[in-house]
């Protein structure tokens, strides 16, 4: 582009700004579809309240990397000081499962015992053993189980998880595992069969004290069981237990003498849970030198959506929706108005290379709804948070990047919609068809997602321009942590960026088209 | 003459089944007032959408200062045009029309202001544009015309929805326009209002040009001046009209049509014979009287003629 041609498309950017800024209409749609975003986000940020007993509700656990963890399970373990080694045969796992018939959202009451439950294990029920920096929630860690339905693992800082073998435990076929210290790093093996100790992984637990604690833990997630129905997920939700047998503890190490055994202690970490009593870890030794362990809980990342006991950041922009169907028509009018007019006439006369009119509304439209609806986005998510602090509810903690990812992410999705709308509106020349399509294209699929099965939901979340919510995403799916990763829930099929790239593509699909037909279409 | 500033050759466009533009040639000049007439459908607007690029033809060019009109990078600069007064948005003021229209052209905003003051509409700029008249919306499309002060101007029935005078503030800018060099084209389908500003009219119909000619020419070609003359003694009186040289045609029992001799000679033919008469009317022909005799045929949607509204018409043959 040539200096007068830069300059050129610089004026015209001007008179499109002038256009759209001269009719008071335009404007003031804009500037409501702002206060309105605001204004409805705060509001449905205030209607999330947390309701805990009056000692106070407890705080969000925060692993080491920073995000919201869960931190629950039966430690039997003794401190170990220096290098060392931690070795164990599992020899069973097994427990109870929530009784069935309880639906979404009533866990099991606290009267009635898991007991009443019936037998089975939670797929990612853990046992194994643990070096952890400390027996505060929360603490660096790394740990070597056999999780029930998932193999034997190594995980470490709530988030690192590297899958070993794939075996299991029955009867007569015990499971070996082992656990070394030295200096930060903890390395984790399992015997298998005849090839001897294999290592799984090592994880450098950088600021491991000098003295840690070492033993056996037992931990056993909530367990739900989903369906999807059109229009309605419904679904059994508790806790569960787990419960493990294990033998030929030996604990090796400075300080430690024959098996190591001397100070072991059970400890339930997290605290028994207040709301299910029954499902205190407890542990009993019996004289064999076996173990018998039995803890309910998790050690993981938190996750969000409905097993999630917290909510995420971008519940504090439910507003955006509001904003989203203004802009659209605002797109599309801003176009279609010179049409019903006459106006483009005067327009492609002033300027008859008709693709840099084109532009220069798609940069004035884009750019002003990014302007107005980024400091709306952003003053969402600021006194939204506090809002939600101050009515207790545990908001999983996410980076600052990510808070300005979700606040950019947003004001480019409308500002995308906006530019998708406009290009709408100089193929179809007509409002009511132009505002239709957007509408149907971008706003219906944000009421179809919720309203569809998780799967078909992914699908209308992978292929429509509504991709572009995944910028709202904040926290990751686990692959570790078994949950309803759906879309309801705050997790996306697609990336924050791909999606808003899905978004992107449409658009500038719609102004190429928009400006073929401008160019060959007489005025 | 100077070299055309509007260039209009061979233009060839359809709508559909309908011939819009049919062979349509004709240049504009600088310095005056080209008048551009025919009935409705004749393909004025057409042929000024293709000379501002707004429409392509399918065959023929159309060039502006010798180029393409596409080809301008300013328009503005060059040619003004009033193509619809009601071409505006609603809501937006006259004067921020005029702005926007400034700012893709790089013009300041003191001409918007000096345009705004040159077309009368000072009081009410600052006003949104859904209220003005008709008249008021032609005023802000001149004004747009004039904001880029271009030698070449096209306006399309700039007189429709203006009062008496405003038809007269009107024809006075524009004749004053084309005195300082500009090439001023202006459509009408009435031809009375180009009388009197226009040198020249460019008459179409049905796509093509019937009649390219100076104001003056275009006259000429209709025989010369006709007087009506009303008498007690139409026989005696057609005798000596006709010894003197007229040519005279009964038109009623007691009236008389007389060509071929200036009124000025008529009455002292007549007193010299004694020939009484109670009226004596010269009829001049007028544009209109041309140029209904020129499109005769070329109306496109041309209604049953009323009985007795034929007169002038006649008056013309």
């Known amino acids: 582009m040539s200096g007068e041609d830069r300059d050129s498309f610089a004026r015209l950017v001007w008179a499109e700004w002038t256009k759209l800024r001269s009719v008071r209409a335009w404007l003031i749609t804009l500037i409501a579809a702002a206060v309105t975003m605001t204004v409805f986000s705060v509001l449905s940020a205030a209607g999330e309240r947390r309701n805990c007993d009056p000692a106070g509700c407890p705080a969000v656990v925060v692993g080491p990397g920073g995000e919201a963890v869960a931190d629950s399970y039966e430690l039997v373990g003794r401190p170990l000081t220096g290098n060392g080694t931690i070795t164990v045969e599992l020899t069973s796992l097994t427990g109870l499962l929530p009784p069935p018939g309880h639906s979404f959202g009533q866990p099991v009451p606290p009267a009635e015992p898991l007991s009443a439950g019936h037998p089975g294990v939670e797929p990612w029920a853990k046992a194994g053993l643990i070096i952890t920096a400390s027996t505060r929630q929360g603490a660096p860690y790394a740990a070597v189980m056999l999780a029930a339905d998932h193999g034997v693992r190594f995980q470490d800082d709530y988030t690192g998880d590297i899958a070993g073998p794939d075996d299991t435990v029955a009867p007569g076929s015990p499971l070996w595992l082992r656990l070394t210290r030295a200096g930060d790093a903890v390395t984790a093996y399992v015997l298998a069969g005849r090839s001897g100790w294999t290592r799984i992984g090592a994880a450098d637990l950088s600021g491991l004290p000098a003295t840690a604690e070492a033993g056996l833990f037992v931990t056993s997630p909530q367990d739900s069981q989903m369906t999807d129905h059109p229009f309605v997920t419904s679904g059994a939700d508790g806790p569960s237990l787990a419960t493990a047998t294990f033998a030929h503890l030996t604990v090796h190490g400075a300080g430690t003498d024959g098996d190591g055994l001397s100070g072991l202690t059970g400890r339930t970490i997290g605290g028994p849970n207040g709301d299910y009593p029954a499902l205190t870890g407890s542990y009993t030794s019996s004289g064999d030198g076996s173990y018998r362990v039995s803890g309910s809980g998790d050690i993981a990342p938190e996750v969000g959506g409905v097993e999630g006991s917290g909510v995420t950041i971008d519940d504090t922009l439910g507003g955006w929706f509001f904003a989203l169907i203004a802009v659209i028509a605002l797109g599309a009018v801003s176009a279609t108005a010179e049409y019903r007019r006459g106006l483009i006439r005067t327009t492609l006369a002033a300027t008859p290379r008709r693709g840099r009119v084109l532009a220069a509304k798609a940069v004035v439209i884009g750019v002003s709804t990014f302007a107005l609806t980024l400091p709306a986005a952003a003053i969402s998510l600021i006194v939204g948070k506090r809002v939600l602090l101050a009515n207790h509810n545990l908001v999983y903690p996410v980076g600052t990047l990510t808070e300005a990812r979700v606040v950019v992410g947003t004001a480019g999705l409308l500002a995308g919609a906006a530019v998708f709308a406009l290009a709408l509106g100089v193929i179809l020349r007509r409002s009511s068809g132009a505002i239709t399509i957007g509408v149907v294209a971008i706003v219906l699929p944000v009421l179809l997602f919720q309203a569809l099965p998780a799967g078909a939901a992914d699908w209308v979340l992978r292929v429509t321009p509504t991709a572009a919510v995944s910028v709202q995403q904040t926290l990751p799916v686990y692959p570790q942590v078994a949950v309803d990763y759906s879309p309801t829930a705050g997790y996306f099929p697609l990336a924050p960026w791909a999606g808003f790239a899905v978004l992107c593509a449409y658009t500038a699909a719609a102004l190429a088209v928009a400006a073929v037909l401008l160019r060959r279409r007489d005025a | ?317």
């Open chain 2, 1 to 317: 003459m100077s070299a055309p500033d509007v260039v209009v050759a061979g233009l060839r466009k359809r709508f559909g089944a309908t011939r819009a533009l049919d062979g349509m040639s004709f240049t504009v000049r600088p310095g005056a007032v080209t008048g551009f007439v025919g009935p409705n459908g004749a393909g004025k607007s057409t042929t000024l959408r293709v000379v501002l690029g707004l429409d392509r033809p399918d065959e023929g060019e159309a060039l502006v200062s010798g180029r393409p009109y596409r080809s301008l990078r300013r328009p503005l600069r060059h040619v003004g045009a009033l193509l619809d007064a009601g071409a505006l948005e609603p809501g937006r003021t006259a004067r921020n029309h005029l702005l926007w229209l400034a700012r893709c052209q790089g013009i300041a905003a003191r001409r918007v202001d000096e345009v705004i003051a040159l077309v009368g509409l000072s009081a009410v700029a600052r006003r949104r544009a859904g209220g003005y008249s008709l008249g008021m919306r032609q005023r802000v499309g001149i004004a747009a015309a004039l904001l880029g002060d271009p030698p070449v101007l096209l306006l399309d029935e700039p007189f429709n929805g203006m009062d008496p005078d405003g038809i007269i503030w009107t024809r006075t800018l524009l004749r004053s326009l084309a005195a300082e060099g500009r090439a001023v084209l202006v459509s009408s389908h009435l031809m009375g209002e180009l009388e009197g500003m226009a040198g020249r009219v460019v008459v179409v119909g049905r796509g093509r040009v019937i009649a390219d000619a100076a104001v003056a020419d275009l006259l000429a070609t209709l025989a010369g001046d006709r007087t009506v003359l009303r008498t007690a003694a139409p026989e005696r009186a057609a005798r000596v009209l006709g010894e003197a040289g007229g040519t005279v045609v009964r038109t009623g029992p007691d009236t008389l049509s007389v060509s071929g001799l200036p009124s000025e000679r008529i009455i002292p033919v007549l007193t010299g014979s004694q020939v009484d008469f109670s009226e004596l009317s010269a009829q001049r022909v007028s544009l209109e009287d041309v140029y209904l005799h020129l499109t005769r045929g070329q109306v496109e949607y041309e209604a049953e003629a009323p009985a007795g509204s034929t007169g002038t018409t006649e008056a013309a043959r």
